[in-house]
């Protein structure tokens, strides 16, 4: 059979894999009409509704006080979680992946339970423990430590929803790779963090650099869980998609849309860097990808 | 070279060579339990001070009930139509080659990576009555914004990554020559599709249907813009643990949530069910 | 390299050891740090206001002409931050301990509800002040399209078939609670003192309701910026903001004969105040609001100043007159006014009852 395959000229061999020209146009049409309406045409809104009236008023959006604050309160919290996701997803892969233990299961489905509950949810289960009325709340309040409604709780919140961005992306990888290359490293007589350094690391690093990109971004665009956390302080608890929210509740429609789009184009550099990363190292991250 | 085991607590996993099992599990599970497990007890035990009758009577309240059905029906719905055409996007992107490619692939992460308010507010300004799309929309006498419409207009931007992501790399896989084989024994394309192509790729349209499901159930940033938010028709589930808050109702907010946590976790369980019988039946995730 | 196993694995616990170290370093710096600058912030006095959606740009000028003048006062210089949004959730972000020194509500039982539940603010906050706790009040009017092409003039009318009306959640909000108060009222009196044709009246209201924010502003912005409804019951303040902000020449302002004399209180913090060392300034910050500056500045916002002859006439002759009843003279105190209206199973969940 697969002589009479080899023999078969070309250009019959890819019309029994493919669609005629027109069905396959037909699909072509759907699915970029499809995106453009659902996807892009949203994102456009933003930059036309933010330059509705010009540089000058866009950027003036970003001069005022708050919106400063919003921006570092934002770049703080981003600094934060990102790192201690980045720290836990490399933990929480190598121990999954590399070794073999009852309960995995339960284990990755637990790590990724942030991920299906509800924003809502994520920032009430914090009030729940540190709110004046929650388990911890006397305590706090003896203490004089404030969690909710201030940074610490914003961070919390923050990292519970981003908690699995890292670990969800490394561990389909690590697996894929196996333990062959570590054992044969640690074999020739490399310490275990030498091996990961020197062996294991480079085999992740893309994968690595797109889930953080992955996890910054929607750090810096969490907005449910952290708006039950947050208490609305101007200047002092709003980050940068609350601030968004309250410009729109302003009826300052310019610059809450200009502050969307500096969001917005976040968003859009993390795609151009993932998209970057994918022509050049399209394989392993395609072998990471299948972890979403 | 098979590690005696140093503690019996390590007894639990197949020795290896490779160090550092102690140290990363444990740390996984602290930071596991301080940062989720921990605060969704503290959610649960809240909730089970109302017992669980008390849970039931919430859940059964009209308005409550109400407001998880429209969650869970309008995200069944957006979750199945990310399916299909994330299905078709996937396809399109992997097999066919036309300009524009690469961008198409690059924008299918764009609600991955854009935070949900600003979705929310840019679909609100596209599809109220006056914006571009509603003023087509409001001519064919469909109300998109402010109707059950836009909460799904809202899911469906939300699951749409999701469904094309888990597909995309296993359409990548697949074995052309099958499909060759299969014309080469007579059956005409669609049949090729529908009895070859397909039935291996269910298991990862399902896990993609599985999680847009997940999260448009728990969607709020985006939604809350373009919803109508009235009770019975268009008022979702997180919209009203935020209202039991604002009435000081923690009991209610927590039950509610309790039962969106329980049927979180239920979907996740799911998904992970179906990829490990996938895992048996083709070898594959 | 040659090294024993125990020594790598030893040197290896070590590496990975100072990671987690690192990063838990990392967060607690983090957080400690956060901690830190909010401690230090509040080095110089800060005083936190909690109030509701629509007071934004009043609080604004208010609280720049408090710094000024406490500053001339006493020399020192404080900070005055606001909240704002839903005043049932910004209640209750107080009862979970949000550090507020003042709340500015947009209803009475709210601030009953903090006193109730957190016991920061003692019952009788309403003796405390002048006026019962009300440096302002103000009213609900209606906001219509250019022309008022649907004709509405009174309460009466929002009921008319082809009217659609844009209010917020009574639950959320206390613009909508007045909204719905104020309809309930109308009714009542209008129909010889009968509760039930008032419940009945304020049923088919809410039938003609397209579209339910959960606050104030969102009803302005689904009005306004949207183009749903034909009319907007809001707050007085809100309806000319709407003016000054989207333009007058999209819009008119319809005063009913009859509205809702809307009572937005104030409270000190008794709890958070002495525990932030605060009380001092954070009385001085209430007491200002009764002096000629503030009440000027609440006629300029459109609130009913308490004080009128402080106020700029040009500001007076904005507030229009019209008759004003109070909802405590129809249905008694604020406890059963909330039981009886908005709480779970109340005459709005009763009369949202879904179409059977």
């Known amino acids: 059979m697969s002589s009479a395959l080899a023999t078969r000229p070309p250009a019959r061999a890819g019309s029994v894999v493919t669609e005629g020209l027109a069905v396959r146009a037909l699909l072509i049409g759907i699915a970029v009409v499809f995106l453009a309406l659902f996807l892009v045409l949203p994102l456009v809104t933003v930059f036309i509704q933010a330059f509705a009236k010009g540089w000058s008023a866009y950027l003036a959006a970003f001069t005022e006080a708050d919106a400063r604050s919003a921006i570092r309160l934002t770049l703080l919290t981003a600094a934060i979680a990102v790192p201690f996701n ?3 997803g490399i933990m929480a892969s190598w121990a999954v992946a590399k070794f073999e233990f009852r309960g995995k299961n339960l284990l990755v489905t637990l790590i990724d339970l942030p991920f299906s509950v509800s924003p809502v949810v994520s920032g009430l289960i914090y009030v729940l423990v540190f709110g004046a009325q929650g388990l911890l709340g006397p305590w706090l309040l003896a203490h004089d430590i404030q969690i909710i409604f201030a940074v610490p709780g914003i961070v919390l919140a923050t990292i519970f929803v981003t908690f699995p961005f890292v670990a969800r992306q490394l561990i389909p990888l690590m697996q894929e790779q196996g333990t062959a290359e570590e054992e044969a490293a640690l074999t020739l007589g490399a310490s275990g963090w030498h091996a990961f350094r020197t062996v294991t690391l480079p085999n992740i690093r893309w994968g690595l650099l797109y889930s953080v990109l992955l996890c910054n971004a929607r750090a810096m665009g969490e907005f449910g869980a952290v708006s039950v956390v947050s208490g609305h302080i101007r200047g002092l608890t709003n980050t940068l998609p609350l601030h968004v929210e309250i410009l729109y509740n302003e009826y300052n429609f310019v610059a809450s849309f200009a502050v969307a789009s500096l969001l917005a184009g976040l968003a859009l550099v993390t795609l151009l860097v993932k998209s970057l990363l994918e022509w050049r190292f399209s394989a392993e991250i395609a072998a990471g990808a299948r972890g979403h | 070279m098979a590690e005696p085991p140093l503690r019996p607590r390590r007894r639990f996993r197949q020795p290896s060579v490779i160090p550092g099992f102690g140290i990363t599990f444990g740390y996984t599970l602290t930071c596991l339990g301080i940062i989720v ?58 097999r066919y080659r036309f300009p524009g490619r690469k961008l198409v692939d690059a924008v299918v992460d764009l609600p991955f990576a854009l935070p949900t308010a600003v979705a929310g507010i840019a679909l609100a300004s596209l599809y109220a009555p006056n914006g571009l799309v509603g003023e087509q929309l409001a001519k064919l006498g469909i109300e998109a914004a402010y109707t059950p419409v836009g909460i799904y207009i809202a899911m469906v931007f939300i699951g749409l990554p999701f469904a094309v992501r888990t597909v995309q790399p296993l359409i990548e896989e697949i074995d052309k020559e099958i499909e060759e084989a299969s014309a080469t024994l007579g059956a005409d394309r669609w049949h090729t599709l529908i009895k070859v192509v397909v039935p291996p790729l269910i298991p990862a349209v399902l896990t993609g249907f599985a999680l847009a499901f997940a999260r448009g159930v728990g969607e709020y940033g985006s939604i809350i813009f373009i919803a109508g938010n009235l009770p019975y028709v268009s008022e979702i589930a997180p919209l009203l643990i935020v209202i039991k808050l604002s009435e000081f109702d923690y009991g209610g907010a927590c039950a509610i949530a309790t039962i969106m946590l329980g049927i979180s976790f239920v979907t996740l369980l799911a998904i992970n069910l179906i990829q490990a019988w996938s895992r048996r039946r083709f070898g594959y995730v | 390299m040659s090294s024993t196993p125990e020594a790598r694995r030893f040197s290896h616990r070590r590496r990975v050891l100072a990671l987690c170290a690192g990063s838990v370093g990392l967060v607690t710096a983090g957080l400690a740090s956060a901690l830190l600058t909010s401690g230090a912030a509040r080095a110089e006095t800060e005083l936190l206001n909690v109030s509701y959606d629509p007071t934004r740009e009043l609080y604004k000028e208010i609280n720049a002409a408090f710094i000024e003048e406490w500053k001339a006062k006493t020399g020192e210089t404080v900070t005055v931050r606001a909240a704002h949004g839903g005043s049932g959730s910004q209640a209750r972000t107080v009862i979970d301990g949000i550090p507020a020194d003042v709340v500015t509500l947009g209803i009475p039982s709210d601030i009953d509800a903090i006193s109730r539940l957190s016991k920061k603010i003692p019952a009788d906050w309403r003796t405390k002040l002048p006026n019962e706790g009300l440096p302002y009040t ?18 009466g009318d929002l009921v008319k078939p082809d009217v659609k009306v844009i209010t917020p959640n009574p639950k959320t909000s206390a613009g909508g609670r007045w909204n719905f108060l104020a309809a309930w009222g109308y009714a009542y009196e209008k129909e010889g ?51 000054d902000e989207f333009g007058r020449d999209k819009f008119d302002v319809v005063v009913p004969p009859t509205s809702i004399y809307a009572e937005p209180p104030v409270a000190l913090v008794d709890a958070n105040v002495d525990k932030k060392g605060t009380r001092k300034q954070a009385e001085a910050y209430l007491q200002f609001l009764y002096t000629d500056t503030a009440q000027a500045i609440f006629a300029k916002h459109h609130y009913r100043p308490i004080k009128r002859e402080a106020a700029k006439p040009e500001h007076l002759a904005q507030l229009p007159e019209l008759k004003l009843f109070k909802i405590e003279d129809l249905q008694g105190n604020w406890d059963d006014i909330q039981k009886k209206n908005f709480d779970n199973g109340g005459l709005f969940d009763q009369l949202s009852k879904p179409p059977q």
Do not use: C, H, M
């Open chain 3, 193 to 243: 003192k009968s509760a039930d044709k008032a419940n009945a009246f304020v049923g088919q209201l809410y039938k003609q309701v397209p579209v339910l924010d959960t606050g104030a502003r969102g009803s302005t912005v689904t009005f306004a910026q949207r183009g749903l409804g034909d009319v907007l019951p809001t707050w007085e303040n809100e309806a000319y903001l709407v003016f």
């Open chain 2, 37 to 94: 497990l921990l605060p969704l007890a503290a959610l649960v035990a809240r909730a089970s001070g109302l017992g669980l009758a008390g849970i039931w009577q919430v859940a059964t309240d009209p308005r409550v009930a109400s407001a998880l059905r429209v969650s869970f029906g309008v995200s069944l719905l957006a979750a199945l139509t990310a399916s299909v055409f994330g299905f078709l996007i996937a396809w399109v992107l992997t």
């Open chain 3, 138 to 155: 103000s009213t609900v009017v209606f906001l219509v399209r250019k022309g008022n092409p649907k004709g509405v003039k009174d309460w």
């Open chain 1, 86 to 88: 980045l720290v836990f």
